[in-house]
């Protein structure tokens, strides 16, 4: 009695909290998810460089004098500003450096999302699943507590002694008991779905899991976000040669004079040259460094690429060896016992067959059902990685 007084108090506070579906349930968490926030701001943060550019050189600003005392002269004093000027290749392989780490920023930013998709769909299948578990049990509590209504009733009658009724009391025991663990699953189910949601709100799942045989055979990866973000990373590191390959350039060299002397005011002078590296072997040794880094995010996508045609592969067979299994509970084993079932009830209340014969159809069904709710769960848990995986 304080069992089900407990699960009939936890029950009734659960019926309190807001259900959704899933695509409410991503809605909230994608809006209070501080990792795409997080995110958003680097892609902002990228695109501030690229519009900034390269910046220039900054601008030198002295003053010179020449002291020297011939036929009275007094020397020559002199207000300069120099400025250094990049080629315009330079400055658009910085941008487009830039640029490419914007686009980085961005997959790294649908990544995150796909990420966050992949764990609130998982905590909700959860959710669900321990939710029809909760409802499952309950059925089961309700056959037994029948059983022992039945056994109670013989026993009053003196059709039978004890023992049937210590045996259905012990199986409704049971039962009872599984309730309470199936109670633990659900509110543990629940909080791990709530801190994806980070809300104020305390929300419930909506709906129930499903079976869907149509299985698409497209498993191509090009959606993948992850050999996305590699595919970034190797642009970046490209685009990264160019910028060291752009140091070897020369630079305009430029410089204005306001200046006096001996005593005339004023005068003026400039300057005009060209800035060239004239020792390169520093220079060449990072562009061959920047093109190894190429060759580095090159092998990461490959080996990237492999790793994810083996995930694919036996997430593949086992969604398929699920499906199996749901396809022979749902078609063949199902019927079966639900029917040796009902023949056994209605076998028993004639006595034709012993209470242990009864109990034993009685669990049959009950693990039946159990294992077709296991292997639903199963089965929608390995198309959320399938579809986590293909980018879907």
């Not at 304080?2 to 108090?9: D, E, P, S, W």
């Not at 579906?21 to 943060?45: F, S, T």
Request: one cysteine or more.
């Amino acid at each position: 009695m304080l069992l089900g007084l407990v699960c009939a108090v936890a029950t009734s506070g659960i019926g309190q909290n807001k259900s959704i579906d899933l695509e409410e349930a991503l809605i909230i968490a994608r809006k209070n998810y501080a990792g795409l926030e997080r995110d958003r701001l680097a892609v902002g943060q990228q695109n501030k460089l690229a519009e900034a550019g390269l910046p220039p050189q900054p601008a030198q600003l002295y003053l010179s004098g020449e002291e020297f005392d011939v036929n009275g002269q007094s020397g020559i004093h002199s207000i300069n500003v120099q400025q250094n000027f990049y080629l315009p290749k330079a400055a658009k392989a910085q941008h487009s450096f830039y640029k490419q780490g914007a686009a980085l920023a961005e997959k790294q930013l649908a990544l995150t999302g796909h990420e966050l998709n992949r764990q609130v769909e998982q905590a909700y299948y959860q959710l669900l699943y321990a939710k029809q578990e909760q409802e499952l049990v309950a059925e089961n509590v309700a056959l037994y507590n029948s059983f022992l209504s039945v056994t109670t009733a013989q026993l009053e009658t003196g059709e039978t002694g004890r023992i049937p009724q210590l045996a259905a009391r012990s199986r409704l025991g049971q039962a009872q008991l599984e309730q309470e663990h199936a109670l633990e699953k659900y509110q543990i189910a629940l909080s791990l779905f709530n801190q994806w949601l980070q809300s104020d709100t305390v929300y419930d799942v909506a709906g129930e899991l499903l079976f869907g045989s149509d299985f698409s055979s497209d498993t191509t990866l090009q959606n993948n976000p992850h050999l996305q973000v590699i595919e970034a990373q190797r642009q970046l590191a490209s685009a990264n040669v160019e910028t060291e390959k752009a140091q070897l350039l020369p630079q305009i060299n430029s410089g204005f004079k306001l200046q006096t002397a001996s005593g005339n005011f004023p005068l003026f002078g400039y300057q005009l040259g060209v800035n060239v590296p004239l020792f390169k072997k520093a220079y060449r040794g990072r562009i061959e460094a920047a093109e190894v880094g190429v060759k580095v995010q090159e092998a990461g996508l490959k080996t990237k690429k492999q790793e994810l045609e083996r995930t694919i592969s036996e997430l593949r067979y086992r969604i398929e060896h699920q499906q199996h299994i749901l396809e022979y509970l749902q078609q063949d084993l199902t019927p079966i016992v639900i029917e040796q079932s009902e023949v056994n009830q209605s076998a028993y209340g004639e006595g034709e067959i012993s209470y242990l014969e009864y109990l034993d159809g009685l669990e049959q069904v009950v693990k039946v059902k159990q294992q077709y709710l296991t292997a639903l769960y199963k089965f929608n848990a390995l198309r959320v990685e399938m579809d986590y995986w293909l980018g879907k």
